[in-house]
Protein backbone atom coordinates (compact mmCIF):
# COMPACT_ATOMS: atom_id res chain seq x y z
CA UNK A 1 0.00 0.00 0.00
CA UNK A 2 2.48 2.60 0.67
CA UNK A 3 4.27 2.14 -2.30
CA UNK A 4 1.27 2.37 -4.44
CA UNK A 5 1.03 6.07 -2.68
CA UNK A 6 4.48 6.73 -3.18
CA UNK A 7 3.79 5.89 -6.97
CA UNK A 8 0.86 8.15 -7.07
CA UNK A 9 2.53 11.04 -5.30
CA UNK A 10 5.75 10.60 -7.72
CA UNK A 11 3.58 11.53 -10.15
CA UNK A 12 2.07 14.43 -8.18
CA UNK A 13 6.35 15.78 -7.87
CA UNK A 14 6.73 15.39 -11.69
CA UNK A 15 3.54 16.41 -12.71
CA UNK A 16 5.07 19.97 -10.97
CA UNK A 17 7.98 19.31 -13.24
CA UNK A 18 6.16 19.03 -16.21
CA UNK A 19 4.09 21.94 -15.57
CA UNK A 20 6.89 24.23 -14.75
CA UNK A 21 8.87 22.87 -18.23
CA UNK A 22 5.36 23.95 -20.20
CA UNK A 23 5.09 27.40 -18.27
CA UNK A 24 8.59 28.07 -19.52
CA UNK A 25 8.49 27.08 -23.18
CA UNK A 26 5.13 29.22 -23.47
CA UNK A 27 6.56 32.27 -21.77
CA UNK A 28 9.26 31.54 -24.08
CA UNK A 29 8.11 31.65 -27.15
CA UNK A 30 5.93 34.52 -25.79
CA UNK A 31 8.54 36.54 -25.28
CA UNK A 32 10.45 35.81 -28.07
CA UNK A 33 7.58 37.35 -30.26
CA UNK A 34 7.74 40.91 -31.73
CA UNK A 35 4.70 41.86 -30.50
CA UNK A 36 5.01 40.97 -26.77
CA UNK A 37 5.57 43.93 -24.32
CA UNK A 38 7.07 42.92 -21.14
CA UNK A 39 5.50 44.60 -17.93
CA UNK A 40 8.19 47.40 -17.02
CA UNK A 41 9.28 46.41 -12.99
CA UNK A 42 9.30 49.50 -11.81
CA UNK A 43 5.69 50.72 -12.73
CA UNK A 44 2.76 49.66 -10.14
CA UNK A 45 1.76 47.09 -12.08
CA UNK A 46 5.30 45.34 -12.21
CA UNK A 47 5.92 46.08 -8.42
CA UNK A 48 2.74 44.44 -7.95
CA UNK A 49 3.57 41.73 -9.43
CA UNK A 50 6.92 41.62 -7.69
CA UNK A 51 4.78 42.05 -3.68
CA UNK A 52 2.53 39.13 -5.19
CA UNK A 53 5.62 36.78 -6.17
CA UNK A 54 7.41 37.49 -3.40
CA UNK A 55 4.53 37.54 -0.88
CA UNK A 56 3.11 33.99 -2.30
CA UNK A 57 6.72 32.31 -2.21
CA UNK A 58 7.30 33.50 1.51
CA UNK A 59 4.06 31.81 2.42
CA UNK A 60 3.62 29.19 0.61
CA UNK A 61 6.90 27.08 1.13
CA UNK A 62 7.50 27.17 4.41
CA UNK A 63 3.35 26.44 5.46
CA UNK A 64 3.61 23.90 2.79
CA UNK A 65 6.94 22.12 3.90
CA UNK A 66 5.07 22.10 7.55
CA UNK A 67 1.84 20.88 6.46
CA UNK A 68 2.73 17.05 7.48
CA UNK A 69 3.84 18.14 10.84
CA UNK A 70 1.16 20.78 11.26
CA UNK A 71 -1.57 17.85 10.46
CA UNK A 72 -0.45 14.99 12.09
CA UNK A 73 -1.89 12.15 9.92
CA UNK A 74 -2.67 8.98 11.76
CA UNK A 75 -3.83 6.90 8.13
CA UNK A 76 -2.21 6.54 4.78
CA UNK A 77 -5.22 8.21 3.40
CA UNK A 78 -4.38 11.18 5.40
CA UNK A 79 -0.67 11.67 4.42
CA UNK A 80 -1.46 11.16 0.74
CA UNK A 81 -3.78 14.14 1.59
CA UNK A 82 -1.11 15.96 3.32
CA UNK A 83 1.58 14.78 1.21
CA UNK A 84 -0.26 15.88 -2.31
CA UNK A 85 -1.06 19.05 -0.54
CA UNK A 86 2.51 19.92 0.11
CA UNK A 87 4.04 19.13 -3.31
CA UNK A 88 1.71 21.07 -5.30
CA UNK A 89 1.40 24.32 -2.76
CA UNK A 90 5.69 24.37 -2.30
CA UNK A 91 6.01 23.16 -6.06
CA UNK A 92 3.53 25.43 -8.01
CA UNK A 93 5.47 28.71 -6.35
CA UNK A 94 7.47 27.59 -9.06
CA UNK A 95 6.34 28.25 -12.75
CA UNK A 96 4.40 30.79 -11.04
CA UNK A 97 7.44 32.74 -10.31
CA UNK A 98 9.17 32.06 -13.63
CA UNK A 99 6.11 33.62 -15.71
CA UNK A 100 6.52 36.49 -13.73
CA UNK A 101 10.27 36.54 -15.02
CA UNK A 102 9.29 36.38 -18.41
CA UNK A 103 6.17 39.05 -17.80
CA UNK A 104 8.46 41.32 -16.62
CA UNK A 105 11.08 41.46 -18.98
CA UNK A 106 13.35 39.01 -17.67
CA UNK A 107 13.67 40.77 -14.07
CA UNK A 108 16.26 39.05 -12.51
CA UNK A 109 14.86 38.76 -9.04
CA UNK A 110 11.91 36.71 -10.31
CA UNK A 111 14.32 34.18 -11.17
CA UNK A 112 15.82 33.93 -7.81
CA UNK A 113 12.64 33.23 -6.97
CA UNK A 114 12.02 30.38 -8.91
CA UNK A 115 15.08 29.10 -7.95
CA UNK A 116 14.36 29.36 -4.00
CA UNK A 117 10.77 27.49 -5.04
CA UNK A 118 13.25 24.84 -6.99
CA UNK A 119 15.27 23.82 -3.74
CA UNK A 120 12.19 23.96 -1.63
CA UNK A 121 10.49 21.58 -4.40
CA UNK A 122 13.18 19.47 -4.00
CA UNK A 123 12.78 18.83 0.12
CA UNK A 124 8.75 17.23 -1.11
CA UNK A 125 10.17 14.75 -2.79
CA UNK A 126 8.21 11.36 -2.05
CA UNK A 127 9.57 8.65 -0.43
CA UNK A 128 8.96 5.65 1.36
CA UNK A 129 11.62 6.09 3.95
CA UNK A 130 10.22 9.96 4.29
CA UNK A 131 6.62 8.28 4.50
CA UNK A 132 7.52 6.03 7.23
CA UNK A 133 9.22 8.58 9.30
CA UNK A 134 6.39 11.40 9.24
CA UNK A 135 3.79 8.69 9.86
CA UNK A 136 6.02 6.85 12.97
CA UNK A 137 3.56 8.29 16.25
CA UNK A 138 5.74 10.70 18.32
CA UNK A 139 7.19 9.49 21.60
CA UNK A 140 6.56 11.73 24.67
CA UNK A 141 10.00 10.79 25.80
CA UNK A 142 11.96 11.69 22.97
CA UNK A 143 13.99 15.06 23.23
CA UNK A 144 13.20 17.26 20.44
CA UNK A 145 15.35 19.92 19.22
Excluded: C
Amino acid sequence: MEEKINRKLNWYYYGVMVFTLIILSVMYYLASQEDFEPINPMESVGMTLQYIAIGVTLVAIPFGLYLVKFRKPQTLEQYEQVATGRILIVGLTMPMNIAFFYLLGAHRPMLWLAAIAAIAWYFTKPTLGKMEQEMKPEDPNEEKY
